[in-house]
């Protein structure tokens, strides 16, 4: 397996566009997080999807986010519109549950987006 | 809600030496997973050691060692023969283990910078 993909690993857009990031987890996995990492708050769960239902998305920092899941290999988090405090590491990560719930959670590379 | 601190922004170890990275945890649960992450430069998160929290025993990888404190729920990190190659972030991560709903959360610390001095 190829493991977690994030797309793309580098995105620079300017203030008040939309903003999509991608994620494909590692096949099997029925648990996927998306995070975001700044300096300030290390790395912060925004959502996260159990066979394809989204748990919990406490973490959404507002409305211009949202979050998606369409099948077990596809996860989009999409920012409209995007604003400069937006601008961070974004990191998806799946995971095994059940039996698997001790397992690691493996990360993808992670999309670092610039607002400007 | 559960929450993870780590009140060590960095750290520095001399080469060779043993460093110690803190890391605290608040919950209600009585069952769910700790974990060490490290993440060099390269932002890849890679999986140090993990625990689970009804062992008594702390774990140990080489190298990398717990001290798991259950009741003071403190779950610190110890690398031993410290190497160039350990400099990286570390982040101390709690997963639950809700066998009710049968969700389980993972989240993060803020994350200690270790530095290794040659």
């Known amino acids: 397996d190829a493991g977690v993909i994030q797309s793309p690993r580098h995105e620079v857009t300017e203030m008040g566009q939309e903003v999509t990031l991608r994620c494909k987890p590692i096949s099997g996995h029925d648990y996927l997080f998306w995070y975001r990492q700044t300096m300030m708050r290390g790395l912060e769960l925004l959502i996260y999807f159990n066979n394809n239902v989204p748990i919990d998305d406490s973490g959404m920092p507002e409305d211009r986010f949202s979050a998606k899941m369409p099948n077990a290999s596809f996860s989009t988090l999409k920012i409209q519109p995007s604003e400069p405090r937006d601008s961070a590491v974004y990191f998806c990560a799946s995971s095994g549950g059940g039996v698997w719930r001790a397992g690691e959670a493996f990360f993808g590379q992670g999309t670092r987006l610039t607002v400007v | 809600a559960q929450t993870v601190t780590q009140s060590q922004p960095e750290m520095s170890v001399q080469e060779a030496e043993t460093v110690t990275l803190s890391c605290t945890y608040d919950?209600?649960?009585?069952?769910?997973?700790l974990f060490w992450y490290k993440q060099p430069p390269s932002r890849q998160m890679i999986l140090v050691i993990r625990?689970?929290?009804?062992?008594?025993q702390n774990a140990t990888e080489n190298r990398f060692s717990v001290n798991f404190q259950k009741a003071a729920k403190s779950f610190s990190l110890k690398i031993s023969d410290s190497q160039l190659g350990d400099a990286a972030m570390y982040f101390c991560a709690y997963r639950s283990a809700d066998s009710t709903s049968g969700t389980y959360k993972y989240i993060f610390g803020t994350g200690t910078r270790l530095k290794v001095l040659a």
């Open positions: 625990q689970e929290a009804y062992k008594q």
């Open positions: 919950t209600s649960e009585s069952d769910y997973y």
